[in-house]
């Protein structure tokens, strides 16, 4: 199965856990809670991503290499090329296939192949703080499963983070001056767009998770309020 394929029948799965899990509960279904539990699933995957980036850091320097030299022997896209390529059922969770990912998109961003970057260590920290709050803030948007002010703290914390990193990263990317290293089509494909859902997806968040604290109860997300 190509890895693309895997990633995004995984984020779909993960996301519709929460959707149909509020459709079984409630009844009903809301754009604001499909589209923050689509944006929660990526981001539970991306973390694993980031995870293997740390613990696989010297083989994403080593394969760095590979595909820079592949890239000029080819002529051809690596990004396309590790994203369709076969691969067994059984590697398909493997941290060294994943590592791949960042080698892959370090012939975009070489900061992903230096540990000493912002781009390398901001997204090592998501990858091992996120996850728990994540999957907090997934289950209780779905499930009513704390309160609606202590959601609301948490969910405030986790998408201020996510956005302010993606924030800086892209900042950090035009100052160093990397967007003149690869072409307008790549700068757009490759690191504006799958950048873009970070921010987008951290305001809306934020917006979400103060709306649970003003309002003391799950009502922005469509729930009708619960009976004192």
């Not at 948490?154 to 001056?177: D, P, R, T």
């Not at 757009?188 to 709306?211: F, Q």
Request: with cysteine; glycine share 8%; aromatic share 16%.
């Amino acid at each position: 199965m190509p890895p693309g394929l895997f990633a995004a029948l995984a984020v779909a799965a993960l996301a519709l856990l929460g959707i149909g899990a509020r459709y079984q509960l409630h009844g009903d279904g809301n754009a604001l809670h499909a589209v923050l539990s689509l944006f929660l699933s990526i981001n539970l995957l991306i973390a694993y991503w980031e995870i293997c980036l740390f613990f696989r850091r010297d083989l994403v320097e080593t394969r760095t290499a590979y595909w820079g030299e592949w890239r000029k022997r080819t002529g051809r896209t690596p990004a396309v090329e590790f994203l369709w390529a076969s691969v067994p059922l059984g590697r398909l969770l493997s941290p060294t296939l994943w590592a791949d990912v960042w080698a892959v998109y370090s012939q975009y961003d070489s900061s992903y192949a230096d540990r000493r970057t912002f781009g390398f260590n901001v997204d090592i920290v998501n990858g091992f703080l996120t996850p728990i709050p994540t999957l907090i803030v997934y289950a209780a948007l779905t499930f009513h499963a704390l309160p609606a002010l202590l959601t609301g703290i948490v969910g405030v914390i986790l998408f201020w983070q996510v956005m302010y990193g993606a924030w800086v990263y892209l900042i950090s990317f035009f100052v160093a001056g990397r967007q003149t290293r690869i072409s307008r089509r790549e700068l757009y494909t490759y690191i504006l767009a799958p950048n873009s859902p970070w921010i987008a997806g951290g305001l809306l968040g934020v917006y979400v998770s103060i709306r649970l604290i003003t309002d003391g109860d799950y009502g922005v997300l469509g729930y009708p309020p619960l009976p004192p």
